[in-house]
C-alpha cells in the first residue's frame, strides 16, 4: 500500500501542476451527475492528504445544504444575489476570525438552467466566495425529499419507519440518490480546498456521507461536522439499513458537535452497541478512539444572532406595528405560539391544552389569548396535509365554544410573517409556548427572551417606564434542544395536556417578581451565549482536535462507504516477511516471545484449541537449538499444559506470567512471591453481586487472578457496571497486596507486579546467565496486556540484556497504536511469518545434517 504521507507523485512525475489551487472558472462537467453507487471507489482514493499548498491563509470552507444566499431573476433576465441575513451559515461568520477567509459550499434554493450555471457560478465566487453545488431537479428529489425528509429526518425525530408517511420500507434507490449529492458536495469542495491549510465545516444530517469522501481524497483534512438534528436513541436508529456507513462516516470527522448531552449520549451508545467503539472523557473533552485518530465529540447550543434582532427591533415598522398590536389586544394577555406546521411541532397538544385552560377557568375567556404563528411545513406529504387539517378544525372549534363577537381565543396565522413581523409578537406576548414533541434546537424561546429586553421606543409603547424591570415568561417542551439551557422556563410534557394546562395557568398567575428573576437569567445566557460565541467556540475546538495531524503517519484503508483512515506513530511499519527471515537466518541466539488469544488463534474464534498447524510451527521453532521460545498467556496452567504436552522445548508463561515453565521437563515456578490469596474471598463475594444484577456476565477464577468477563452483556449496562465494580473492588481490596484493571470487556483482580513484561525481562536475564546475549528478539502479541512485554524489549536495546547488534521485532496484531513498532494483519499472516522461520531453521538443520554427513564420510 502507498504511503499517503507522500503528495501528489503523478501529478509531480507528469510535471501537471496541482489542481483545485487557483480561482478558476468552473466547466459544467463538474456539476453534472448521475446516481453513484455508494461502492463507488475512484481514484480519489490513492490520492495524498497533504498535497503542496499556494495559499497561506487559514480559510474556513463552510459546507451546508443551501448556501445563505437569497436569488431573485430581475426582469432583464439576470439573476440578482444578496445575502440571506437570516440563515445560520452566514450569522456564525461572527464568530470566524478576522484573519479567516470563509468559503460556503451549498445547494442554490432557485434552479439555474445548465447554460447559466458556469457563470452564475464564476458570479457566486467572484462576489460571495460561494461555490455552488447544481443538483438536477430529479435527483435533488430523490435526496432532499426522499431520503433526508423521508427517511433521516423521521427517523432522527424518533419515529420509527412503521408506515409509508414515516420512513416505510428503505428504499435503496433513494439512498443512492443521497450518496450521489454528498459526493457533487465532495467535488466542490475540492475544487477550492487546500487541505494543509483549510478548516472544513460541514452542517446538518443531510450531508452525513460527506465526511467519507473528503477523509477518502485527503486523509489529513481538517474536518468538523455539527448535526442540528436530534440523534436517536440505538434502539430506533438501528432500523436504518445504512446504519452503519453512517456512523462511520461521522468518524471520519475529527469533531462531531451536538446541541444536547442527549443527542450525544445516543450517538456514543451507537457506537458501542454497532461499532463496538467506547469513549472516554479526559479534561473535559468526549473522545473516541477510532483506528488510531481521536475523534471529539463536542457539546454546545446554537445561539442567536442578537445584533441582527436588535436592529430589527429598533426599525420603524417593528415599533408601528408592536403599537397596533398593542392597541389589538388592549386589555388581553397574549400567549405566543411560533411552530412550522409539522407532525413533531406539537400545535394540536398546544391547542388542547388552550381548550382546557378555558374549560377549567372561565375567567381566563375574553382576557387570554393564544396566537399561534404557524410557519409553512419544511417537508410536503400527506402527514403534513393532516396537520393543517386537524389545525384548522380545532381552532374552529375553540373559537365557537368560547369566543364572542370581537373576541377569539386563538387566533392562528397561516400566512408567511416576516422576521420583524413575528419580533413584534413576541414584544407583546406576555408568555411564549413551545411545546414540540421533539425538536433539535429551537431558537424561538431565544429570540423572544431578547425581543423581550426591548428598547427605548418598544418600553414608551408597551407603556414602561425606564426603572421597570423587563420581564418574560416561557413554558418549554422537555424534547427540544434548547430546553436545558433555560433553566428558569417552565418545562413540561408536551404530551401530559393537563401539564401544559397546569403551566399555561401558572405563567400567568406567577408574580412580576418571579417574572423578572427568570428573564434576566434567560436574557444573560442567551445575550453571552449568542451565534458568534458558539461557532468560535466550535472553531477553537476543531483547531485543538486537529493538532497533531501533522506528526501522524495516515494509512487509508477499505472500500466505498467503509473507508477510514489509520493514525500510526511515523515509525510504525508492517513488518516484512523477507527482512524478518533474513535476519532470522544470519542471528545465532534467539528470544521468541508469542502470547496466543489474538495473536495464535483468533480472538473472536469459538473453539480456542490450537490447530496441528500451530503446534507443528511451535514444535520446528522450539527444535532449533539456537531458539529460546515462549509462549505468553492469560490462560491458566493446566488448560496450556494439557494443549502443548507435544511441544517439550516450548517455554510456558500462564496466567500473564505468574507460572513460568522454561521446557516441559521443567516444575512450574512462579514470578513473584504471593504469600497468601485471602483477598480472593473478598473479591469473588462482589464480583458475584455484580454477575447476578449484569445479565450476559461471567466470573473466571484462576489459581493467581478472578476475572470478570462481561462479552456478552449489554454493551452499555456491562460498561457502567464495570466501571461501579472498578471502584468497588478498589475500595474493598485497598490494603491488599493486589492490582485491579479493566481490559476488553473484563475486570481484573490479580497480585500487584504480575504481568507479561516480567516474562520477557525473565528470559532475557536467563539467557545472559547462561552467557547467550540473544541477538535476535521477537516479541507478538495484541492487546494491552502485551504492551509491557513490548516495552521491556524495546528498551532492553539500552542494557546488558542484549547483544549491541541485536534485531529486535516488537509487533502487534493489526494497524492500532501499540508501543510495537511493526504490525501484522492478522492471525492468518502471524502464522505464515512464523512458518517462514520455521522453514528458515529447517533447512539450516538441513544443511548442518548434511554437512554432518559429509564431515563423517571423508573421515572414513
Known amino acids: 500500500m502507498v504511503s499517503r504521507s507522500y503528495s501528489n507523485l503523478l501529478e509531480l512525475a507528469s510535471g501537471e501542476s496541482p489542481t483545485f489551487r487557483e480561482k478558476k472558472r468552473f466547466s459544467r462537467a463538474a456539476t453534472a451527475t448521475g446516481v453513484l453507487s455508494e461502492l463507488d471507489d475512484d481514484n480519489t482514493n490513492s490520492v495524498v492528504s497533504d498535497a503542496p499548498s499556494s495559499i497561506s491563509q487559514e480559510r474556513v470552507i463552510i459546507v451546508g445544504n443551501q448556501l445563505p444566499l437569497k436569488a431573485q431573476r430581475r426582469e432583464s433576465g439576470e439573476w440578482h444575489f444578496s445575502w440571506d441575513e437570516d440563515a445560520l451559515l452566514f450569522q456564525l461568520k461572527d464568530g470566524v ?46 435526496y432532499y425529499h426522499g431520503f433526508c425528509k423521508q427517511h433521516l429526518w423521521p427517523l432522527f425525530h424518533y419515529m420509527l419507519p412503521l408506515s409509508p408517511d414515516l420512513g416505510g420500507r428503505f428504499d435503496r434507490s433513494l439512498w443512492q440518490a443521497y450518496v450521489s449529492v454528498n459526493k457533487i458536495f465532495a467535488d466542490k469542495v475540492m475544487e477550492v480546498i487546500s487541505p494543509e491549510d483549510d478548516f472544513v465545516w460541514v452542517h446538518d444530517y443531510h450531508l452525513m456521507v460527506l465526511p467519507t469522501f473528503l477523509r477518502k481524497r485527503f486523509n489529513r483534512v481538517k474536518l468538523g461536522f455539527f448535526l442540528h438534528s436530534p440523534f436517536p436513541s440505538s434502539e430506533i436508529y438501528r432500523t436504518l439499513p445504512v446504519r452503519d456507513e453512517l456512523l462511520r462516516a461521522f468518524l471520519n470527522s475529527d469533531l462531531i458537535g451536538f446541541h444536547t448531552f442527549d443527542y450525544a449520549r445516543h450517538f456514543l451508545s451507537c457506537c458501542s452497541r454497532m461499532l463496538g467503539i467506547s469513549y472516554q472523557s479526559k479534561r473535559g473533552y468526549i473522545g473516541l478512539e477510532y483506528y488510531g485518530r481521536t475523534v471529539t465529540i463536542k457539546i454546545l447550543p446554537v445561539g442567536i444572532h442578537i445584533n441582527q434582532l436588535q436592529s430589527i427591533l429598533n426599525l420603524p415598522k417593528t415599533v408601528s406595528l408592536v403599537s397596533d398590536l398593542r392597541d389589538q389586544f388592549k386589555g388581553q394577555t397574549v400567549l405566543l405560539g411560533v411552530d412550522d406546521m409539522d407532525i413533531f411541532k406539537g400545535i394540536s397538544l398546544k391547542l388542547l ?48 365554544a368560547f369566543g364572542n363577537e370581537g373576541y377569539n381565543p386563538v387566533i392562528l396565522i397561516v400566512s408567511p410573517l416576516q422576521f420583524y413581523e413575528r419580533i413584534a409578537y413576541y414584544v407583546i406576548a406576555e408568555c ?45 417542551s422537555e424534547f427540544i434542544g434548547c430546553s436545558p439551557s433555560l433553566s428558569g422556563a417552565i418545562r413540561v410534557n408536551p404530551w401530559n395536556i393537563d401539564a401544559v394546562t397546569e403551566a399555561m395557568d401558572s405563567a400567568l398567575m406567577i408574580s412580576k417578581m418571579e417574572k423578572q428573576l427568570r428573564h434576566e437569567k434567560h436574557y444573560k445566557y442567551v445575550s453571552t451565549h449568542d451565534v458568534a460565541y458558539w461557532a468560535r467556540s466550535f472553531l477553537q475546538d476543531l483547531e485543538r482536535a486537529c493538532m497533531d495531524h501533522v506528526r501522524r503517519r495516515l494509512w487509508g484503508i477499505g472500500f466505498g462507504l467503509g473507508f477510514r483512515v489509520i493514525a500510526l506513530d511515523p515509525n510504525f511499519r508492517k513488518l516484512s516477511i523477507e527482512h524478518i527471515v533474513s ?21 473472536n474464534s469459538i473453539s480456542t ?8 510451527i511451535l514444535n520446528s521453532l522450539c527444535r532449533d537449538p539456537k531458539n529460546a521460545v515462549f509462549l ?81 452483556a449489554d454493551p452499555d449496562f456491562g460498561s457502567c457496571q464495570a466501571k461501579e465494580l472498578l471502584d468497588h473492588l478498589e475500595s474493598v481490596l485497598a490494603n491488599e497486596p493486589v492490582s485491579v484493571k479493566s481490559g476488553q470487556n473484563i475486570v481484573e483482580v490479580k497480585p500487584q507486579g504480575v504481568n507479561k513484561g516480567i516474562v520477557a525481562e525473565r528470559l532475557l536475564g536467563a539467557m545472559k546467565d547462561r552467557g547467550t546475549l540473544p541477538d535476535f528478539v521477537l516479541c507478538i502479541g495484541d492487546d494491552r496486556s502485551d504492551e509491557e512485554m513490548f516495552e521491556v524489549i524495546t528498551c532492553a536495546r539500552e542494557g546488558p540484556l542484549l547483544s549491541p547488534l541485536a534485531e529486535v521485532f516488537a509487533c502487534t496484531v493489526g494497524q492500532k497504536p501499540s508501543k510495537a513498532k511493526y504490525y501484522l494483519e492478522d492471525t492468518i499472516e502471524i502464522l505464515r511469518m512464523l512458518q517462514g522461520l520455521a522453514n528458515a531453521s529447517e533447512q539450516a538443520a538441513s544443511v548442518a545434517n548434511k554437512q554432518v554427513s559429509l564431515t563423517t564420510s571423508c573421515s572414513n
Open 583 to 603: 535476519a532470522y537466518k544470519r542471528t545465532k541466539s534467539r528470544a521468541i516471545l508469542l502470547d496466543y488469544d489474538g495473536t495464535m488463534i483468533l480472538s
Open 432 to 476: 411564549c409556548l413551545v411545546t414540540a414533541v421533539r425538536d433539535g434546537m429551537n431558537l424561538i424561546p431565544y429570540e423572544y427572551v431578547i425581543s423581550r429586553q426591548g428598547n427605548e421606543k418598544l418600553d414608551e409603547i408597551m407603556g414602561l417606564s425606564p426603572s421597570d424591570l423587563k420581564r418574560s415568561m416561557l413554558v418549554v
Open 97 to 142: 476570525d478576522d484573519d479567516k477567509e470563509i468559503i460556503y459550499v451549498g445547494c442554490i434554493k432557485e434552479e439555474i438552467s445548465p447554460e447559466e450555471q458556469e457563470d452564475v457560478a464564476q458570479t457566486l465566487l467572484d462576489n460571495f466566495k460561494c461555490v455552488p453545488a447544481f443538483i438536477p431537479s430529479e435527483l435533488f428529489s430523490k
Open 632 to 712: 505468553v498467556s492469560g490462560k491458566d496452567r493446566h488448560t496450556l499444559t494439557r494443549w502443548f504436552s507435544s511441544c517439550n522445548k516450548l517455554g510456558i508463561a500462564a496466567e500473564h506470567g505468574y507460572f513460568v515453565r522454561p521446557n516441559q521437563d521443567a516444575d512450574w515456578d512462579t514470578c513473584i512471591s504471593v504469600p497468601d490469596f485471602e483477598w480472593k474471598e473478598a473479591a469473588e463475594p462482589v464480583m458475584r453481586l455484580y454477575m447476578e444484577t449484569t445479565d450476559g456476565s461471567a466470573i473466571e477464577t484462576k489459581e493467581s487472578a478472578i476475572v470478570w468477563d462481561y462479552h456478552y
Open 609 to 616: 484449541t490450537p490447530s496441528p498447524e500451530t503446534v507443528a
Open 353 to 400: 391544552a388552550m381548550e382546557q385552560l378555558l374549560l377549567q377557568h372561565p375567567a381566563a375567556r375574553g382576557k387570554v389569548v393564544l396566537v399561534q404563528i404557524a410557519n409553512p411545513a419544511r417537508g410536503r406529504g400527506r402527514d403534513v396535509k393532516e396537520v393543517q387539517c386537524e389545525t384548522n378544525a380545532m381552532v374552529r372549534r375553540i373559537n365557537k
